[in-house]
């Protein structure tokens, strides 16, 4: 896909020709990407779709330096991912990734504890932990009640949200999110969306978002890119994929059927300004055609 | 039939938590039940007293006439009752596809062919035959899962519990375990399915809400999701098309709040713009 360089924007990832293969040299290697190019823009939300075991664990975990590339390079804020140590300690302040199940690395007594564990690594005082722990706190949607509570003692939606703060405290530049609904309740999983949507419009961080759930994809992503065994074999902006029927055929998506009706819709000569993103959208466009 | 009398279930974290508080319930021979709840609501749990994986603390649950202990007739409950879980590769223990689908079986006294002829049954039912003697990880998440499922099957069980078992799959590997679903209904296998997917849910023959280890509602998928206000205040919601509609409605437009296809809310909407 050739994206065009927009002068304007900064660049916040860029990956080139990426390969990795993992237990290399052994008689059960395996070839995780074969070469994998990417472009991110600072403030942008992105979606990084692709069947399980299509590479899309292996590529986000090269974004912070959790994995080193065999060869290619990753960018972040056009600064090359190394070895270093003093590096990879700053970027993992720059990039946070939320990765699937997040809760189960909840391990503190309190959710203090937990939020406050990633800024007590970065030489702040007290005063400036506790009000890094409190606004991550109130950005996720809960409150200061919680600060003494255990994580064990919340439900689903509520721990996974204590996990997603606990990578805000470091107060990440971009933000990267591997299922983030995956499990949650119907009200659990609006919250998480209206969470991420307030990160990307309001604080301007950059998303990158990892799912299986088109309706996610949908509703917050501006970029798509599809990967499969190890490449990305397609991309381009969320909207017109949808509307492509034949690379849903051909990627084995779905189309959201909120999604699907706008379109019908718009064929039988309803003026839609919006495309149907999610039943908000969509009740809106319907609304004032009825009135 | 499988019938929970009073049934509760509690555990000790020290203090007394109870996540399942005296449940009454019926579940039919040949029916396909949607249990949908909130993260914490006890829908779990309540699918491990059904599959006697957890023994109720108090109460007792029937399964055929019978009131089985999950430590002394665990092989006849396994006959009977299968569980399949969200993550398929918790459930998958051999390397290769045809030992996995046997191993619950190994244990059994089955003669070699009995075996694999069991196998040869399943394995078609589930669509992996040209898999047999592959590794499981050479498979799709779809297909382990169907894997997963197919191991729970060669038990010939007549209920199967199935928690969240579409959760962690991509589209089409959701779609492939829901056909999958439908298809051992309608050859008589008596479906559990618990779900966060409410177009999922509208499969069943009858959704139960739980809320807080209790049942909130019960009913036919149409008469449950109607009611929105309901739904919503124990942190689910209803199909998509279904909310659309009641948002619709609370602008003070005339339009039925139900289950609605495409089709036929997309009629619905152009009959509604024909009369402005």
Request: aromatic share 6%.
């Amino acid at each position: 896909m050739e994206i065009r360089r927009n002068q304007e924007r900064n660049i916040a990832v860029e990956v080139k020709d990426l390969k990795y293969t993992y237990s290399k040299g052994l008689p059960y290697e395996k070839e995780a990407l074969v070469s994998v190019n990417l472009l991110v823009f600072e403030g942008e939300a992105i979606g990084v779709l692709g069947h399980t075991g299509s590479g899309k664990s292996t590529l986000i975990q090269h974004l912070n330096g959790i994995l080193m590339p065999d060869s290619g390079e990753v960018k972040i804020f056009g600064e090359k991912i190394n070895n270093d140590k003093k590096f990879l300690k700053n970027l993992r302040k720059i990039v946070g990734i939320v990765f699937q199940f997040p809760e189960d690395e909840l391990f503190a007594e309190t959710v203090y504890e937990d939020v406050s564990f990633g800024p007590k690594n970065l030489g702040l005082t007290k005063e400036e932990i506790d009000e890094r722990v409190l606004t991550s706190l109130i950005e996720v949607g809960l409150n200061e009640s919680y600060l003494t509570r255990s994580p064990f003692s919340l439900s689903g939606g509520e721990k996974r949200r204590v996990a997603i703060a606990s990578i805000l405290s470091m107060r990440p530049k971009i933000l990267v999110l591997d299922e983030p609904t995956s499990g949650l309740d119907p009200l659990g999983r609006e919250e998480i969306l209206k969470l991420i949507k307030r990160l990307k419009n309001d604080k301007k961080v950059t998303i990158i978002l990892v799912s299986h759930s088109m309706e996610d994809v949908l509703s917050l992503v501006d970029r798509v890119y599809i990967l499969n065994k190890g490449k990305v074999v397609f991309g381009g902006d969320t909207v017109s994929i949808f509307k492509d029927k034949d690379s849903i055929e051909k990627f084995d998506l779905s189309i959201p059927e909120i999604f699907m009706l706008g379109e019908e819709l718009k064929k039988e000569g309803f003026n839609i300004e919006e495309p149907f993103r999610d039943v908000e959208i969509a009740k809106k466009e319907i609304i004032r055609n009825l009135k | 039939m499988i019938e929970l009398k009073n049934v509760s279930f509690s555990y000790y974290l020290p203090e007394k938590v109870d996540v399942i508080k005296n449940i009454n319930l019926i579940v039919n021979k040949g029916e396909f039940l949607v249990i949908i709840g909130r993260n914490g609501s006890g829908k779990s749990t309540l699918g491990r007293l059904i599959s006697f994986i957890l023994e109720p603390t108090e109460g007792e649950i029937i399964i055929d006439d019978k009131k089985p202990k999950i430590d002394i007739d665990y092989i006849d409950i396994r006959k009977k009752i299968g569980m399949v879980f969200q993550n398929p590769d918790n459930q998958i223990v051999s390397q290769i596809v045809e030992e996995d689908i046997a191993f619950g079986l190994e244990n059994l006294n089955y003669s070699e062919e009995e075996i694999e002829n069991k196998i040869d049954e399943v394995i078609n039912e589930v669509n992996l035959a040209e898999y047999r003697k592959f590794p499981p990880n050479f498979l799709s998440g779809g297909q382990r899962q169907k894997l997963a499922i197919a191991g729970i099957l060669v038990m010939e069980p007549q209920y199967l519990v199935l928690d969240e078992p579409t959760s962690l799959l991509d589209p089409k590997g959701r779609k492939d375990v829901i056909e999958l679903i439908k298809r051992l209904n309608k050859e008589g296998i008596t479906i559990i399915l618990i779900t966060h997917r409410m177009e999922e849910a509208v499969l069943g023959d009858r959704v139960l809400v739980l809320n807080e280890g209790e049942i909130f509602l019960e009913g036919k998928p149409e008469e449950v999701f109607k009611e929105v206000e309901k739904i919503r205040s124990v942190g689910l919601s209803p199909p998509v098309f279904t909310y659309l509609s009641y948002l619709i409605k609370k602008e003070n437009i005339n339009i039925d709040i139900k289950l609605w296809k495409l089709e036929e809310i997309k009629k619905e909407i152009l009959q509604l713009k024909l009369k402005i």
